[in-house]
């Protein structure tokens, strides 16, 4: 099997170098890369081609259109069999690869997804982020999960397709805005065969404060009604959940002002969901620091997703603006 990893990079020179870097580590080495620059103002030319002499790397620069568009742009000049897409902000393990393509020819799958989990050079903030994109107690838990609610859906940050899907398939055909949960979808309706590779894990920095963090998230809850736009039977109820959370502490706040007695069972059940994230982030970090920083970072996806979930809810499925 040779590999074409695609990776679209925007004004990120330091993380494409960090990412680099972990591919030269690689124990499987039947691999191109191919990095595709989308209209950056501070480019990484001169450090992707630093590495010339360790990989087969490809730099190419291109107008900004979007991470989708820009795959595509990657797909169409890959000379793999099997394309890989990973996001910048990404270190690789060095056995990534073998386990890949070890997987792929024990069970072989059109598409597949890998999760992601914390680097230990992370910083407690990253880790606790981390945490909260893959705690059962957020919507995170349905990420790179072997028991994930319906169809399994790989997300771009950590994702591969064979040649023969392009072929078919094609590439994505939005750029933003869920773009890579259309492409699932759309890979599923023609009959390929997706699945979970649960040990080709990646180690994703996401975003390095909660007010970017904050910021991905409100993104990430626009993009779900993006896809129902696509494909209304997508549209779950377990995506409701980050919105009908947000409202559940709107609604406490209001009934503390008030001094309404049901702010008191509000309450109990508030500080029961604290506790119950600040332990189990303690359990799995270890750390006391991490698991209070848990807690923020899981109030910070749930609201943040819930409302931008909202924002395009009201503003695109009741009153149908564009």
């Given at each position: 099997m040779f590999f074409s990893i695609i990776i679209p990079l925007y004004n990120r020179p330091q993380e494409i170098k960090e990412l680099l870097d972990t591919l030269t580590l690689q124990t499987y080495k039947q691999f191109e890369v191919l990095v595709i620059e989308d209209g950056s103002v501070n480019d990484a030319e001169t450090i992707v081609n630093?590495?010339?002499?360790?990989?087969?790397?490809?730099?190419f620069k291109k107008p900004n259109e979007g991470q989708g568009f820009t795959r595509n742009f990657g797909f169409e000049r890959a000379k793999g069999n099997y394309f890989i897409i990973f996001d910048s902000d990404c270190l690789i393990p060095a056995n990534y690869l073998e386990i890949v393509n070890n997987s792929l020819a024990n069970n072989y799958l059109d598409a597949y997804g890998g999760p992601d989990g914390a680097h230990e050079s992370f910083t407690p903030?990253?880790?606790?982020?981390?945490?909260?994109?893959?705690?059962?107690?957020?919507?995170?838990g349905i990420r790179g999960n072997k028991k994930a609610i319906g169809q399994f859906h790989p997300r771009s940050f950590n994702m591969g397709v064979s040649r023969q899907v392009w072929k078919k398939a094609g590439g994505?055909?939005?750029?933003?805005?869920?773009?890579?949960?259309?492409?699932?979808?759309?890979?599923?309706?023609?009959?390929?065969?997706?699945g979970l590779i649960p040990d080709a894990i990646v180690y994703h920095?996401?975003?390095?404060n909660f007010l970017q963090f904050y910021k991905q998230l409100h993104f990430f809850g626009r993009a779900r009604i993006n896809i129902y736009k696509f494909?209304?039977?997508?549209?779950?109820?377990?995506?409701?959940?980050?919105a009908a959370f947000t409202l559940f502490i709107l609604l406490t706040i209001i009934f503390n002002i008030?001094?309404?007695?049901?702010?008191?069972?509000?309450?109990?059940?508030?500080?029961?969901?604290?506790?119950?994230?600040?332990f189990h982030a303690w359990w799995k970090n270890?750390?006391?620091?991490?698991?209070?920083?848990?807690?923020?970072?899981?109030?910070?996806?749930?609201?943040?997703?819930?409302?931008?979930?909202?924002q395009d809810f009201w503003k695109r499925v009741i009153f149908n603006r564009s």
């Open positions: 630093s590495f010339t002499n360790r990989l087969e790397v490809h730099y903030t990253q880790k606790a982020i981390s945490y909260s994109m893959t705690s059962p107690f957020t919507t995170g994505f055909i939005i750029t933003r805005l869920g773009e890579d949960i259309e492409y699932s979808i759309r890979i599923h309706s023609l009959g390929f065969k997706i920095k996401r975003r390095t494909f209304p039977e997508q549209l779950k109820l377990v995506h409701f959940f980050p008030l001094r309404w007695q049901i702010a008191t069972l509000c309450n109990f059940m508030l500080v029961f969901i604290i506790l119950l994230i600040f270890k750390s006391a620091k991490i698991a209070f920083l848990s807690i923020i970072a899981a109030f910070t996806q749930l609201i943040a997703y819930g409302l931008g979930f909202m």
